[in-house]
C-alpha cells in the first residue's frame, strides 16, 4: 500500500476538464463526485476513479472530482496527476 | 385629441384588465427589456390575479416572474422561447399549469385566428407619437424591428404602447400604427441598451465550429440550390456566423445574386446584402447593432411581421419560399427530430423561436452541431423532447461527417457525388459514444410541465418535471 501523505490537485474548471482534489484521510477512501453529466456518467467517473486509486494501491484518499464533462481518459489523467502529487517519495 | 396616459396604471385600469386575462409582450428589447417586469410589478400591486402571460419569448431578465406565479398572479405562461433562469424553476415544478409553447410563425396564426385572444397587449417602443403610431428604429433604446408585436397590437381588444422617447405627430416610417393604439405610456427607460442589442455577433474562432462552417457552406453549394434567386436564413451562433462568411466568400466568387436573408437578423447578413449576395434582408427581429442601424437607413433592409415571417395560416410567408436555412440543436435524435427546448438534463432552457417553422418551409433544412458537448453526443436515440419534426430537417452537419435524412436521397447523392463526408447517422452516434462512452438515460418525472404545439396548433410533445434528489 502507499499512501497520501499530503494534499494535492490536479486539473481545471474549464469546461469538458475535471479538477480533482487529493487529501489524506483516516478511514478508506472516500470519493465525492460533483459532474454536469452525474445522471449520464455518475457511475462511470466512480468507477474510473477507483481504477486508479487502486492502481497506486492507494487505501486512504479523500478524493473530491469537480466534473465539467471530462472524458475518461481526462478523469483517469487528472487522478493519477493528483496521486502523484500527493503521495509519498 | 391624445392617448397619453399619466401612469401605468392608470392605462392598465383604462384597458379593464380583471382577473383572469391575458396581457401579451414582444421581445425585442431582449434581455435588456424593462416593459415585462415594470407590467408584471405594477399589475401585481393593483391586486389582479390569474392571469395568463402570452410573451413571443422570455429572458433572464424575466425570472422575477416566478415571483408573480408564487404569488398567484401569474396561472399560465405561453411563449415562443423560455431562457433558462425561468425554465429551470419551471422543469422543477413551479407552475401548476403546463407552459405552452408556441412557435414564432405559430404564435401571431394562433394570435389572428382568435385560438389565444389577448385582453391587454403591451408593447415596448423605442420611439412613438401621442396617438401610438411607433417603431423600434429610433431612440436610446433602439432595437430594430418590431415584428413580433404586429399581430399582438392588432388583435388585443385593448393595445398600450409604452416608450422611453416621444415624438412629434405623426411619426413617419412608424412600425405599429396609430389605428391599433388605444393608450400611451411615457416612462424613464424600457430597457437598458447593452442587453438589447450585443454590440457585435461574433465569428466564432473554435477550429471546430469553423471546420463545420465550411462543411455547411460546402454542402449549400453541392445542393444546387446556390444560384441566382437564392434566399436564406441562419441563426447567431458562432458557427452558423461563420458558415454564412463562407457562404458569402463563395456566393461573391461565383457573382451568385440573391433574393433575400430572412429571419432574425445579424450584421453579417448586412454585409452581405451591401455586398449584393441578396436584394433585400426580410427582418422580423434585429440582432445586433449594425442590424439596428441598416434596417433604419436602408430601404432594402424590410421589417415583416411574426405572420409574414412564419405564420402557417397565413396565405403565405416569406419562410414558404425559403431554399436554404442554418439551425442549432442541443440533442438530434436517429430520426433526425431536434430539441431546443431543453438541455441534456432535462431542464428547459430555450424553444422553438422560428426553428420549426423554417425547416418546415425551407427546401434545405441544415442542423450545425459539433458531434458531442463535453461528454454528451449531440445524436441520441430519442430526444429529450421534440422541438422540430425530423420530417423536415434535411441534414445534419458535425466536424466528424454529414448525415442526410433518408427521404432526401437526391441531396445524399448530390453531396457524395462532391466529394463531401457523408455517413448515417447512426455512425455520428457511435462515433462519439466510443470517444464519450454510452451515457445513461435521465430520469424524467411523471408531470407535464410544458407542452410543444407544433405550428399547425397540433401537440407535438410533452416536456416532463425533472426529478429532484
Do not use: W
Not at chain 1, 19 to 47: C, H, M, W
Not at chain 1, 49 to 65: G, R, T, Y
Not at chain 2, 243 to 264: D, N, P, T, V
Amino acid at each position: 500500500m502507499q499512501k497520501i501523505v499530503k494534499s494535492a490537485t490536479a486539473g481545471t474548471l474549464e469546461s469538458s476538464d475535471v479538477y480533482v482534489e487529493l487529501t489524506p484521510s483516516d478511514g478508506g477512501n472516500e470519493i465525492e463526485i460533483e459532474s454536469v453529466v452525474l445522471a449520464q456518467f455518475g457511475d462511470a467517473i466512480r468507477k474510473s476513479a477507483e481504477a486508479v486509486l487502486k492502481q497506486f494501491s492507494i487505501e486512504n484518499a479523500k478524493l473530491k472530482l469537480i466534473d465539467r464533462g471530462a472524458l475518461d481518459c481526462v478523469i483517469r489523467a487528472r487522478v493519477e496527476t493528483a496521486v502523484l502529487r500527493a503521495k509519498e517519495g | 385629441m391624445s392617448k397619453i396616459v399619466k401612469t401605468l396604471r392608470e392605462a392598465i385600469e383604462l384597458a379593464g384588465l380583471k382577473d383572469g386575462m391575458t396581457v401579451s409582450f414582444h421581445h425585442h428589447l431582449r434581455n435588456g427589456d424593462y416593459v415585462l417586469n415594470l407590467v408584471m410589478d405594477e399589475i401585481a400591486r393593483m391586486g389582479v390575479k390569474e392571469l395568463t402571460v402570452n410573451a413571443s419569448s422570455l429572458f433572464d431578465t424575466h425570472a422575477p416572474l416566478a415571483d408573480h406565479i408564487r404569488s398567484h398572479v401569474v396561472r399560465k405562461i405561453q411563449t415562443d422561447y423560455m431562457s433558462a433562469a425561468l425554465g429551470r424553476q419551471i422543469s422543477t415544478g413551479l407552475m401548476q399549469e403546463p407552459v405552452e409553447f408556441r412557435t414564432h410563425g405559430g404564435r401571431p396564426s394562433d394570435i389572428i385566428l382568435g385560438r389565444t385572444p389577448i385582453d391587454v397587449a403591451f408593447i415596448a417602443a423605442p420611439a412613438a407619437d401621442e396617438m401610438g403610431n411607433c417603431t423600434g428604429k429610433l431612440g436610446k433604446s433602439a432595437c430594430g424591428s418590431l415584428g413580433y408585436a404586429f399581430a399582438d397590437a392588432q388583435c388585443a381588444k385593448k393595445t398600450i404602447v409604452i416608450t422611453d422617447n416621444l415624438v412629434p405627430y405623426p411619426l413617419e416610417n412608424r412600425s405599429i400604427p396609430e389605428t391599433d393604439v388605444d393608450y400611451v405610456v411615457v416612462v424613464d427607460a424600457i430597457g437598458d441598451p447593452n442587453g438589447i442589442v450585443s454590440g457585435t455577433t461574433k465569428i466564432t474562432r473554435d477550429p471546430v465550429g469553423l471546420m463545420m462552417a465550411q462543411t455547411a457552406a460546402k454542402v449549400i453549394q453541392a445542393s444546387g440550390l446556390l444560384k441566382d434567386g437564392f434566399s436564406f436564413q441562419t441563426g447567431a451562433g458562432g458557427a452558423s456566423l461563420a458558415a454564412a462568411m463562407y457562404l458569402k466568400q463563395i456566393m461573391l466568387a461565383e457573382q451568385i445574386h440573391g433574393s433575400y436573408g430572412l429571419g432574425g437578423i445579424t450584421g453579417y447578413l448586412v454585409d452581405m446584402l451591401r455586398e449584393g449576395c441578396f436584394r433585400e434582408l426580410l427582418d422580423v427581429q434585429c440582432f445586433d447593432l449594425k442590424a439596428v442601424e441598416s434596417i433604419r437607413s436602408d430601404p432594402r433592409h424590410m421589417e415583416i411581421s411574426g405572420e409574414r415571417y412564419a405564420s402557417p395560416s397565413a396565405k403565405s410567408a416569406a419562410v414558404d419560399n425559403l431554399d436554404v436555412v442554418i439551425l442549432g440543436a442541443t440533442e438530434v435524435d436517429t430520426d433526425f427530430n431536434v430539441n431546443v427546448h431543453t438541455d441534456s438534463n432535462g431542464y428547459i432552457m430555450g424553444g422553438s423561436g422560428g426553428h420549426s417553422d423554417t425547416a418546415a418551409g425551407a427546401k434545405l433544412a441544415m442542423i450545425i452541431a459539433p458531434i458531442m458537448r463535453a461528454r454528451l453526443p449531440i445524436v441520441t436515440d430519442r430526444v429529450t423532447c421534440i422541438s422540430t419534426p425530423g420530417s423536415t430537417i434535411d441534414v445534419l452537419v458535425t466536424q466528424k461527417g454529414i448525415a442526410v435524412n433518408p427521404a432526401r436521397s437526391d441531396l445524399r447523392e448530390r453531396l457524395k457525388a462532391a466529394g463531401l463526408p457523408v455517413k448515417e447517422i447512426g455512425e455520428l452516434k457511435e462515433i462519439a459514444e466510443r470517444i464519450t462512452g454510452v451515457p445513461k438515460k435521465i430520469p424524467q418525472g411523471d408531470r407535464v410541465v410544458a407542452n410543444v404545439i407544433y405550428r399547425d396548433g397540433t401537440l407535438l410533445d410533452s416536456i416532463y418535471n425533472v426529478p429532484q434528489r
